[in-house]
């Protein structure tokens, strides 16, 4: 997901296709020890066999409009649903994959009620691959952007904090594919998949800004937001400080984003 500001710079910003699902107190972000990770087959996606068909359909669809967009399926955590607690959040977690979410999120609405039925709400058979997003604030106070490339499919030019997703794989090795199997074998590795939830922000902004891993403090998470455009699909957004200066001879990337779709 992208967000994006409105600065006095040239910067590309749009609003109104995100909105807040959940958001922590004002003036604090949440401590991992106050995450809750509940894994469940009942927080995967409902599908199918004629959704099945259309999710192929629209993914070999996708592929052939983008041939220069790098695109490639991969297991992804599914955001099933946010429960506040009296202190602190509950995740509740499923398995997806990146091609459900471009199957559904990006399915036109008639064929979606012609491969599910008509309803009154089709969250249930949405991919929600649960993506990861960071504000980053550098230590003169400066908030910190990377602009996406102009060859990506989805906000080309626009500005959003570094982020990507959170991946099964690094919670367990050579992951099943089958969804419900895949969640059934995490089963007691809820601390593991809150840690990845957590480890993969910094990661991202390693990756994507160039910023050595001991330069940075992550403070926690901020909320859930997601994109309305899409279908409603999420992101955790996280607050993360760093100890440089956002002056040039600091070692920020040119911030380049990668031409993902």
Not at 83 to 104: C, H, N, P, W
Not at 163 to 168: K, M, N, S, V, Y
Not at 242 to 255: I, V
């Amino acid at each position: 997901m992208v967000t994006t500001h409105r600065s006095t710079a040239n910067m590309t910003f749009l609003s109104s296709d995100f909105k807040l699902t959940y958001s922590a107190p004002a003036g604090t972000a949440i401590k991992p020890a106050d995450v809750k990770v509940s894994l469940g087959v009942a927080y995967n996606a409902h599908l199918t066999e004629k959704l099945a068909k259309e999710i192929d359909s629209t993914w070999e669809a996708k592929k052939l409009k983008h041939p220069n967009v790098r695109l490639f399926n991969g297991l992804k955590f599914r955001l099933g649903g946010v429960r506040a607690m009296e202190k602190g959040v509950e995740l509740q977690i499923g398995i997806t994959d990146y091609k459900s979410f471009i199957g559904t999120h990006y399915l036109e609405a008639d064929v979606l009620r012609e491969a599910v039925g008509a309803c009154d709400d089709y969250d249930p058979y949405m991919s929600h691959a649960l993506g990861v997003e960071s504000l980053v604030v550098s230590s003169d106070g400066v908030l910190v952007f990377i602009k996406r490339s102009d060859k990506v499919a989805e906000y080309p030019g626009f500005y959003c904090g570094p982020g990507g997703h959170a991946e099964p794989h690094k919670v367990i090795k050579d992951p099943n594919p089958d969804h419900t199997a895949l969640v059934q074998d995490m089963a007691g590795k809820e601390d593991l998949v809150l840690q990845e939830m957590f480890n993969s922000s910094m990661d991202e902004v390693v990756e994507e800004l160039g910023l050595p891993y001991d330069t940075l403090q992550l403070a926690g998470l901020l909320g859930v937001a997601v994109n309305t455009r899409t279908r409603n699909k999420p992101d955790l957004l996280y607050l993360i400080k760093c100890s440089l200066t956002s002056k040039r001879e600091s070692p920020w990337s040119a911030g380049e984003c990668r031409s993902w779709l």
